[in-house]
């Protein structure tokens, strides 16, 4: 199965941007009892973890991101979203999906996006 993230684009620093990613091909008891996250890769840098909803509704981000980025679910619509304020030119990469199901690990395509100063 493979996601499509959504949302990337141009901004300028400061603005907001909201990321998607349906997992429409995931059965619906698959993806409740999901993990989820999304990652993210700057040029030249290795993949990273941005923020992730694990067990019970916890949530974790990495420090730069925190405050700022906001994971969620939707679960009737069977969607991970990632809520990214404030960008900042440090926050350009391409970001990726990723659920880790019963079924097996799902990842996105990944979706640009590009903050300019």
């Known amino acids: 199965v493979q996601l499509q993230a959504s949302g990337g684009g141009s901004v300028q620093a400061g603005g907001s941007r909201k990321l998607s990613c349906p997992a429409s091909?995931?059965?619906?008891?698959?993806?409740?009892?999901?993990?989820m996250a999304w990652y993210r890769q700057a040029p030249g840098k290795p993949r990273e973890l941005v923020a992730e909803?694990?067990?019970?509704?916890?949530?974790n981000y990495q420090g730069s991101v925190k405050g700022r980025f906001t994971i969620s679910r939707d679960n009737a619509k069977k969607t991970v979203c990632l809520q990214m304020n404030n960008l900042e030119p440090e926050d350009t990469a391409v970001y990726y999906c990723?659920?880790?199901?019963?079924?097996?690990?799902?990842w996105g395509r990944g979706t640009l996006v590009t903050v300019s100063s």
């Open positions: 990723n659920i880790e199901a019963a079924s097996g690990s799902y």
């Open positions: 091909r995931i059965i619906t008891s698959v993806f409740l009892k999901s993990q």
């Open positions: 909803l694990i067990g019970g509704g916890s949530t």
